[in-house]
């Protein structure tokens, strides 16, 4: 039983497709094909089901699954450890993050990390969706947010806020909200996460939820920033995205009284792993590059620390 058939099965199903495995591992479809066909002759047992559709794991290939994770993390692990002891940061990483801030900070970030460490062989995906880091493959994922998830380590990177923004443009023409219950009767930019479009913030007695009038739901930050910019609304963004922005006068901060709860940018990995020496060296390099405070947090005065004056949900009319 050869170690590359194995791996290639793992790689099959955490890629759910062979087509997406052999381009991860740079092979040809008919390689990896072969690799797969050939673990299963000396298994005596069918791994895959496949159909022109879909790829399913047979009753077999679960059995086998973990086992087979275990021995290529193993390997991999061993392999890793006999370059650290030489002092060598080298093999895999991959990762997933956010694409706008991977985009805007976490590229030039990361590019001197790779130039100093060039035996690393880095895979990034960008995806805005909330991923497994586990189930797919990754060996971390960098998120932006409250830390929640328990089955995950958290490792964080750099503090990070939101702030409500939007163009002189729009003010002037529908004023300065300057409590929660003047900005429900707004027109909102808000991210789009199942159809919610609603805002919250931090109360005496617990979150406020704010619904203003909805001008536009997406789910990038990016355009949501050139969407406040144009002057369609106000958005409630991560400084990451809107500090050039504020910084260049195309988006003023509003303060309406009250501040959303505190988040970071981080990294997470699933709980009950070992990190690699690499993934450690490259969080130690990311949050120096990002800083404390980032040099993302432009000198500007924090929001008001008072009660906020609305009511628990404050709705627009």
């Known amino acids: 039983m050869k170690l590359d058939g194995i791996a290639t099965f793992v790689a099959v ?3 759910g497709s062979i087509s ?3 381009r991860r591992l740079r092979l040809a479809k008919s390689v990896v094909s072969e690799r797969l066909a050939e673990l299963e002759r000396d298994l005596g047992g069918s791994l895959l089901h496949r159909t022109t559709r879909k790829l399913t794991v047979t009753e077999d290939g679960t059995a086998f699954l973990e086992r087979a994770r275990r021995i290529v993390r193993d390997v991999e692990d061993a392999a890793t450890s006999m370059a650290e002891r030489r002092g060598d940061l080298v093999g895999t990483l991959r990762l997933s993050a956010p694409v706008t801030f991977g985009r805007m900070h976490l590229g030039p970030a990361l590019y001197p990390f790779l130039a100093e460490h060039p035996r690393i062989e880095l895979t990034l995906d960008l995806d805005d969706r909330r991923v497994d880091a586990a189930s797919a493959g990754y060996d971390a994922v960098i998120r932006h947010g409250a830390i929640a998830d328990s089955r995950l380590v958290a490792w964080r990177l750099a503090p990070s806020r939101r702030v409500l923004v939007a163009s002189k ?3 002037a023409r529908h004023g300065t909200p300057r409590s929660l219950t003047e900005l429900a009767t707004h027109r909102g930019i808000f991210y789009a996460i199942r159809g919610v479009a609603d805002w919250s913030f931090l109360g005496p007695d617990g979150p406020i939820v704010v619904r203003a009038h909805n001008a536009l739901c997406v789910n990038n930050g990016s355009m949501m920033c050139d969407a406040a910019v144009a002057g369609l609304g106000i958005a409630l963004l991560p400084t990451f995205i809107v500090w050039a922005a504020v910084a ?5 901060w509003i303060d309406a009284g009250a501040e959303t709860e505190p988040e970071f940018v981080y990294m997470v990995y ?3 792993t070992r990190p690699s020496a690499k993934l ?3 969080a130690d390099a990311l949050r120096r590059a990002f800083g404390d405070p980032p040099y993302w947090e432009p000198e500007k005065p924090a929001p008001r620390k008072k009660a906020a004056h609305a009511s628990r949900r404050a709705r627009g009319s």
């Open 248 to 252: 260049s006068g195309d988006l003023q």
């Open 280 to 282: 450690r060296a490259l």
């Open 270 to 272: 699933p709980s009950g």
């Open 13 to 15: 199903v955490e890629a």
């Open 169 to 171: 443009s729009y003010l």
């Open 20 to 22: 997406e495995a052999a």
